[in-house]
């Protein structure tokens, strides 16, 4: 780790800050993939994210690899082919991941979806559990 943090974002909070670089949607979906399953290819998230766009996947690995948190590389050169890696400081989110797999997993329950007859998907989000999050964390009833 550097004395000096490499990125800057316009904030004092430091939540704020990360939140700068890994804070769209998709962004943590792609950091929890490479988390998991190690270097992977653009095609492996297109069809690991459901739902994801191919311009949307693009500004987010690019986002990622200008913060280092994400390294792009080549594995073949005719034609060009890349996978994408994490860095040693995407790497440290790991223990973030990990909280907030727990936290979703003792807050949050799955509801399945389910096609519209036009073919649209309605539902399928997580919502809360019935109650509220109390101040020290814990769903209160």
């Not at 000096?4 to 704020?16: E, F, N, S, Y």
Request: proline share 8%.
């Amino acid at each position: 780790m550097t004395d000096q943090p490499a990125l800057t974002a316009p904030d004092r909070c430091p939540i704020a800050r990360s939140l700068e670089f890994i804070g769209e949607r998709w962004t943590i979906l792609i950091i929890r993939d490479l988390n998991r399953f190690g270097p992977r290819k653009f095609q492996d998230f297109e069809h690991g994210l459901a739902g994801i766009g191919p311009n949307t996947l693009s500004a987010r690995l690019k986002k990622l690899e200008d913060a280092g948190i994400v390294e792009r590389r080549f594995y073949e050169q005719h034609p060009p082919r890349a996978e994408y890696l994490l860095t040693a400081a995407g790497k440290e989110l790991g223990p973030v991941l990990k909280a907030l797999f727990e936290w979703g997993r003792r807050h949050t329950v799955y509801t399945p979806a389910t096609p519209e007859p036009d073919g649209r998907i309605k539902g399928g989000r997580k919502r809360l559990k019935a109650g509220r999050i109390g101040s020290g964390g814990d769903a209160a009833s």
